[in-house]
C-alpha cells in the first residue's frame, strides 16, 4: 500500500466550476498536511497546510481533513484555466520528512 | 524574506560525466535543507536532507552524495553519471523536520 495516494487524473473541469482534489495517507500517527500546486516544468509550490480535523479556507482554496478517515482533499472554488497544474498532497507521517504522492492533473477549461 | 537559490536551471551531460549542482538560501539560519528528484511523470523521491553542517542523511543508495558546506549551502554531487539519473532535480528547505518545504526553481538533468 502506498503512503500517500493520489489519483493521477486527468481531472477536467470546466471554469467556474469547483475542483475537488483527494488524499488518501496510511499513517495514523501523520500530523501535518500540505498541498503544493506544480506548474509543468515549475517547481512546487505551496498553497495549503493544514494540521486538525475540519476545513481551513484561503481565498479560493478549501483544504479539509479528517483524520478518523485518513483523507485530506483540496477544493478550489470558481476554478479557472491558470489553475490548471499537477496538484501534490504531502503528509508528515511522525517523521522527519514529508511523503508526497504522485500528483492529480488538473484541467480546467473554458 | 527567505528566497532559494538553485542552478543551472538546465544541464545536459554525458554519461560517466561528474555532477555538481548547488543551492543556497538567504534570510534564514540553520535551515534544514533537502534534495529531491523527480523523473518524468512520477512522484518526488527524497534523495538527501540535512540538519545542519557536515550533517547528511541519505534516502537512496546510488551514486549520488550530497555535501553542506556552509549553513545555507547544499551540493549534490557525481563522479560518473548513469542514464538513470536524468530528472528534475529540486532542492527545498524547511524550518523543521517534517514541516512544510519551500523550493529552489529546479535544474532539470538530462544524462545522455
Known amino acids: 500500500q502506498k503512503e500517500v495516494e493520489q489519483n493521477s487524473g486527468p481531472l477536467s473541469v470546466p471554469e467556474g466550476a469547483i475542483a475537488s482534489l483527494n488524499c488518501t495517507y496510511s499513517?495514523?500517527?501523520?500530523?501535518?498536511f500540505f498541498w503544493y500546486r506544480q506548474y509543468s516544468g515549475k517547481s512546487p509550490e505551496l498553497i495549503m497546510s493544514?494540521?486538525?480535523?475540519g476545513d481551513k479556507e484561503d481565498g479560493r482554496f478549501t483544504a479539509q481533513l479528517n483524520k478518523a478517515s485518513q483523507y485530506v482533499s483540496l477544493l478550489i472554488r470558481d476554478s479557472q484555466p491558470s489553475d490548471s497544474a499537477t496538484y501534490l498532497c504531502?503528509?508528515?507521517?511522525?517523521?522527519?520528512?514529508?511523503?508526497f504522492g504522485t500528483g492529480t492533473r488538473l484541467q480546467v477549461f473554458p | 524574506s527567505q528566497t532559494i537559490h538553485q542552478w543551472p536551471a538546465t544541464l545536459v551531460q554525458p554519461v560517466g560525466s561528474p555532477l555538481s549542482l548547488e543551492c543556497t538560501v538567504e534570510?534564514?539560519?540553520?535551515?534544514?535543507l533537502y534534495w529531491y528528484r523527480q523523473a518524468a511523470g512520477r512522484g518526488l523521491q527524497l534523495l538527501f536532507y540535512?540538519?545542519?553542517?557536515?550533517?547528511i542523511s541519505s534516502e537512496v543508495p546510488q551514486n549520488l552524495s550530497a555535501s553542506r558546506p556552509q549553513d545555507r549551502q547544499f551540493i549534490l554531487s557525481s563522479k560518473k553519471l548513469l542514464l538513470s539519473d536524468s530528472g528534475f532535480y529540486l532542492c527545498?528547505?524547511?524550518?523543521?523536520?517534517?514541516?512544510?518545504?519551500?523550493f529552489g526553481s529546479g535544474t532539470q538533468l538530462s544524462v545522455l
Open positions: 527545498a528547505w524547511s524550518v523543521g523536520l517534517g514541516e512544510k518545504l519551500f
Open positions: 499513517d495514523r500517527g501523520s500530523q501535518s
Open positions: 493544514i494540521y486538525s480535523n
Open positions: 504531502a503528509v508528515n507521517q511522525n517523521t522527519d520528512k514529508l511523503i
Open positions: 534570510g534564514t539560519s540553520n535551515p534544514n
Open positions: 540535512s540538519v545542519g553542517i557536515g550533517q
